[in-house]
């Protein structure tokens, strides 16, 4: 396996430059300011912050995409700014986004998999092999053959997803892919994410505005301004409401009821996550609660 | 639009010219296309449809549809005779007010209309058995030698899959964004020609930004999956040459040599009748 940390950015710094319209750069927005958080390999890290919080510069990093005006990336030991590297980085993390017309290449389902493999120099029988799998992998088998123009949301980011793991990569990002999508939609790509993470040990990084998405993950990292303002376990995290309330984000909505009821004098504790958990709460089964709570990562399915 | 012509299309049905490898079909088309400049005779334009004929019926692809694609060039072909079978100088035929019918141009005129008409359903049989993705894809392997002279050959391959594929996409969004500014009381209905011209602009300009933006987000995903133009670059569908494929490259040989024969040997005849 070699080094633990998948991902580890140090002191990153990032400023946009602003230009006028002979190109003189006029200003300079910083974007990111002095960054430095660990992703341990294998484990699944959620992203969190309002917009212009910085979460997708962060994200445009972690693939060479963007390049650090300070500081330093590391992707699987890989510096992001050593030229030599930018293949293999751009292979080991995949990156998805958010607008699912935007990124899908090919007419038709299995051409767009197999475009990733395509261009890493694969051989043609060794790719048709990667995009059978990578489509088992998400579900789609059945559309390989459909134009991508005929697919829900939902069904095109499972695509993309399956596009990023025909390149058999180490580590996802998901720069906000819920983000156009509808409920169910939003549904079927975390179920797909956890179901990578948990069966084939991948790396995922969601960058994402709902924070129901985010109570499965491992870690939180909480972005405001460039920086981060807050990062734990989720339940580390939802549990300091007021603080959350503070950078505009929400909590999920169960921990919100779970909050306003104990300030109502109930006797619930912070950092409910589930219904199931507000539930074991509210009827007074203390021992099941602290033993459901003692888990560290939420595995239930019952996403909404 | 896409019911008024046929021309450019796809037709989808399986036949033995479907199946056909992209490439010979290209590279078919070029000879014909060729061919019928090739031939001068009328004994050679009865090849030539013989030839059309035969492909017609093995694409299954139905003669009335092939038809409605010449509608489109109509217009063109009605102008080509007309100035040909009027200003040609040589022997008069029948003449009446200012204008002169001569028996060069009527024969001039019949050879060009023959021709106009070989020529596009000839090319449309290409577009009508091949899908858009094969056509690129051979595309980029026949024109691939001009790489040496530095044409990019396969970028170009890349933009055109690129622009079919969004296609439909920024049809979809041209007809929200006339929706939406249909809502705002925007008239793309007026009869006035210069209003109707100036109605397009709150149109074109959130399609053009969109399209932009389209634009760089497709370029940084195709990045973050590794593209780096043609080099290094293997196929998921690469093309493979088949016996039929081969076949059909002997017949196409054998047609452009007759061709050639019958441009000679009508000539020949034709000088024997002047002595």
Redesign the interface.
Known sequence: MGIAKMIQTLHLTHDYEVQDEEGNITDRVRAIDDVSLDVVRGSFIAVLGHNGSGKSTLAKHLNALLYPTEGQVLVDGMDTLDDSQLWNIRQEAGMVFQNPDNQIIGQVVEEDVGFGPENLGVPTDEIWNRVNEALEAVEMTAFRKKSPNRLSGGQKQRVSIAGVIAMRPKCIILDEPTAMLDPSGRAEVIRTARKLNENEGITIILITHYMEEAIYADHIFVMDRGKVAMQGTPREVFSRVDEMKALHLDVPQVTLLAHELRQKGLDIPEGILTGEELGLALTGQKEALAAAMKQGKITSWDFR | MAQRSTIGQYYQTDSRIHRMDPRVKLIGTFVFIISLFVVNNYIGYVLSGVFLAILIANSRVPFRYIVRGLKAIVFLMLITVICNLFLTKGTPLVSFWKLTITYEGLDFACKMAIRLMFLIIGSSMMTLTTT??QLTDAMESVFGPLKVFHVPVHEISMMM??A??FI??LTEETDKIEKAQIARGADFESRNLMKRIRSMVPLLVPLFISAFR?AN??A?????????GGE???????LKYRKEDVASYIILAAYFVLCILIRILGSRVDLVRFL
């Open positions: 858009p993705n899959s690129i079919l594929r439909p996409i389209r987000d497709l940084m995903a195709m990045e973050a999956r590794c593209y780096h290094g670059r293997t196929k998921m569908k690469p």
